[in-house]
C-alpha cells in the first residue's frame, strides 16, 4: 500500500493505493523480511498529512512490523532464514554523533524512521539493518506482538519519563493502542497507583474501566483528585490544557505525540501560569524510542504477560483501518494482516 502524496484525511478516505513493486534486495548487513502483520499507527495519519512528512515518494508507510527472515544480505548473520523478527520505528541512528555517543539514539542527528524515512511494513516484503530488528518472545501470535513495537514501546518510554513511584496516581489522556498497554504495565509494575482515564469516547471510557481504570471522563472532567502524572497520546492540545491544570503540584505531563494538529491551537490561549504551571510542575516530550525500550518492553511484555486488544484488517483495507483512527474508532489496536 503505497502513498504518492500528502492527503488533507478530511476530504480524501484513501489516501494509500494498492500496487504491485519489486520485492527489495537486501544490501550489505540486512535482511530480507517476509511481512506477516504491521500495527496501524496514529503516526501514519502524521506522515499522509504532512505534520511529519515523509523523506521521499512513493513510500510504504507502517513500523510495527512482525515477519519472517527470508535472505540475509552479505555479512548479516544475526537471525537466520526462517526466524520471527520484529521491526520498530527507529530504522537507524549513526552511532557516532554526540547524541548516540551520549546513550541517546532516539536524537540521533541521522535518525531513519521506518515507513517515513525508508519503505515500512505495508507489504509483503521489506529490508532491515539487522542490528535493528528485534527477537520476538514467543508468548506472543503475529498480531499480538505488532502493537508491542511502537504503541508498546512508546508507552513503556512513556511511562519511564514519568518518573511513577508506586502509590502515585498516573492519568492518561487519549486511550488508543498506546494507552490500554500502559495501562496494563502500570497494573503489574505499580499495583497500588489508580489510573485515571480521559477519553472523548463513551466507548473508550468503558474498555478503560474494564481494564482496570479507577476513573474514567471525559477531557473536561473533574477526575477525583490531583494527578501525580499524566501522559497525553492525543493529537491535539485541549487535552494539554486540561492535563496541567490536574496536575498535583511537583507533577509532570509527558506528552507522548510526534506532532500536535492545529485544529484546537487556540485553546493554548486558556493557559494561565498560576493554575497551570506554578507549583514546579513539568512538560516532557518524547522523541522517538531507543532500541533498548523495544527489547527491554518485548521482554517485559513477555514475562508478566501484556498482551494488546486488537482488530485484523487485510492489507488492502489499511485505508479503512486509517480513517478509524482518525475517526477515533478505536478499541485496542488495528494491525495489517498479509495473506
Not at 542490528?131 to 514501546?153: K, Q, W
Not at 512508546?154 to 518518573?163: Q, V, W
Not at 471522563?217 to 497520546?233: L, N
Not at 491544570?245 to 484546537?264: F, P, S, T, Y
Request: with cysteine; aromatic share 8%.
Amino acid at each position: 500500500m503505497v502513498l504518492r502524496n500528502l492527503a488533507d484525511l478530511s476530504k480524501e478516505n484513501e489516501p494509500l493505493e494498492l500496487v504491485n513493486r519489486p520485492v527489495p534486495e537486501p544490501l550489505e548487513g540486512e535482511m530480507l523480511i517476509r511481512v506477516s502483520r504491521c500495527g496501524v499507527c496514529h503516526t501514519e495519519l502524521d506522515e499522509i498529512e504532512g505534520r511529519t512528512p515523509p523523506s521521499e515518494f512513493p513510500i510504504v508507510l507502517g513500523h510495527q512490523v512482525v515477519g519472517y527472515v527470508e535472505k540475509n544480505g552479505e555479512n548479516a548473520k544475526r537471525f537466520k532464514k526462517g526466524e520471527r523478527v520484529g521491526v520498530a520505528w527507529i530504522y537507524y541512528a549513526c552511532g557516532k554523533c554526540k547524541q548516540c555517543r551520549n546513550g541517546n539514539e532516539n536524537l540521533c542527528e541521522k535518525f531513519e524512521a521506518t515507513g517515513r524515512d525508508v519503505h515500512g511494513g505495508y507489504a509483503e516484503y521489506m529490508v532491515v539493518p539487522e542490528g535493528f530488528a528485534y527477537s520476538i518472545p514467543e508468548v506472543f501470535n503475529d498480531s499480538e506482538a505488532a502493537p508491542l513495537l511502537c504503541a508498546g514501546a512508546i508507552g513503556y518510554r512513556s511511562l519511564r519519563l514519568t518518573n511513577l513511584k508506586n502509590g502515585h496516581i498516573l492519568g492518561l489522556t487519549g486511550f488508543g493502542a498506546s494507552g490500554h498497554l500502559v495501562l496494563k504495565m502500570v497494573k503489574h509494575q505499580f499495583p497500588k497507583s489508580p489510573v485515571y482515564v480521559f477519553a472523548r469516547n463513551p466507548d473508550e471510557r468503558k474498555f478503560a474501566k474494564s481494564l482496570g481504570a479507577a476513573w474514567a471522563g471525559d477531557t473536561s472532567d473533574t477526575p477525583p483528585g490531583k494527578i501525580d502524572a499524566i501522559i497525553d497520546t492525543t493529537p491535539v492540545w485541549k487535552p494539554v490544557v486540561e492535563a496541567l491544570k490536574r496536575l498535583d503540584a511537583g507533577g509532570r505531563l509527558v506528552i507522548n505525540a510526534i506532532r500536535k494538529e492545529d485544529v484546537d491551537i487556540d485553546y493554548l490561549q486558556n493557559i494561565d501560569y498560576p493554575g497551570h504551571l506554578w507549583l514546579e510542575k513539568e512538560i516532557k516530550s518524547v522523541a522517538n524510542v531507543e532500541r533498548k525500550d523495544v527489547s527491554e518492553f518485548l521482554e517485559l511484555a513477555a514475562r508478566i504477560p501484556i498482551k494488546p486488544d486488537y482488530e485484523d484488517y487485510p492489507l488492502e483495507k489499511a485505508n479503512e483501518a486509517l480513517m478509524e483512527i482518525k475517526q477515533s474508532k478505536i478499541r485496542g489496536a488495528k494491525v495489517l494482516k498479509m495473506e
